[in-house]
């Protein structure tokens, strides 16, 4: 609007004989105090861009949710994606990350994390983040059985690492679990057939059985697991130095 009025203030001097002797004179000045305008008010506008403001330091690990889809042909829902950063702090990288489906034929995401059942068919999803991925999630979208009534087999769709956030001394030990989650709803104790995950071996080791066992030094990590074509979630272990 600013820019507007100048020109408008302009235009009104040249339609007068006496203003356009003076802008005549002072064209150059003039010339170049409209081009500082211009940069102020382009400045002051900013410019969009597609990196979000995220929290201090490095990305820690992308929770997604949900993590339990059973999504009948033609329907919706919306996933959301937790980052997690130094501290436990959390921040909605939805709008950010790139969605991915192991097979868009039958299920298919939108830019905002809205994943689109398509046709009958099963998928592995997640999401990425400057090279980070999140845990992976199964996606049913079933179908008419052929010839009739059959009997449904559970197939897991995710694995949940537990507790989601904890606290310890250095040199203190913790148990950390991971759940099967299956697509009737059960729940198998997967601890010991994962494969575990640290973010910062410098703070400690984790045993095959789940167990981490801190070393001297104070921190903050990520636990994970892995299973097969499965990625867990992360959780965020807080380890506090010892007084």
């Known amino acids: 609007m600013c820019l507007f009025g100048f020109a408008y203030f302009l235009f009104i001097l040249f339609m007068n004989e006496d203003g356009f002797i003076i802008m005549k004179k002072l ?3 003039t010339l170049a105090a409209l ?5 102020i008010t382009i400045g002051c506008q900013g410019s969009p861009t597609d990196d979000p403001i995220l929290p201090g330091g490095d990305l820690m690990g992308i929770n997604l949710e949900p993590h339990d889809v059973l999504l ?5 829902t ?3 994606a937790t980052g997690i950063f130094p501290g436990g702090v959390s921040f909605d990288l939805t709008p ?3 969605w991915v489906s192991s097979d868009p034929s039958v299920a298919f995401f939108l830019s905002d994390g809205t994943l689109v059942a ?3 068919g099963d998928v592995i999803i997640n999401a990425k983040y400057n090279g980070m991925n999140s845990q992976t999630v199964a996606v049913t979208v079933p179908g008419a059985p052929p010839g009739g009534e059959q009997t449904e087999v559970p197939v897991l769709r995710a694995i949940t690492v537990t507790p989601k956030f904890a606290t310890i001394d250095e040199e203190e030990s913790i148990q950390f679990t991971c759940t099967g989650n299956f697509s009737d709803g059960t729940e198998v104790d997967y601890t010991t057939a994962v494969e575990w995950r640290i973010s910062d071996p410098s703070l400690g080791t984790i045993t095959p059985n789940g167990m981490f066992f801190s ?12 299973y097969s ?4 979630n992360y959780v965020v272990l807080a380890i506090n130095a010892t007084v």
């Open 229 to 232: 074509v499965f990625e867990s």
């Open 35 to 39: 081009f500082l305008l211009m940069l």
């Open 78 to 80: 919306k996933f959301l």
């Open 118 to 120: 398509n046709a009958p």
């Open 96 to 98: 950010f990350v790139e």
């Open 27 to 29: 064209f150059p000045l």
């Open 72 to 76: 009948e042909a033609g329907y919706i």
């Open 215 to 226: 070393i001297v030094g104070e921190g903050i990590l990520t636990i994970s697991a892995k």
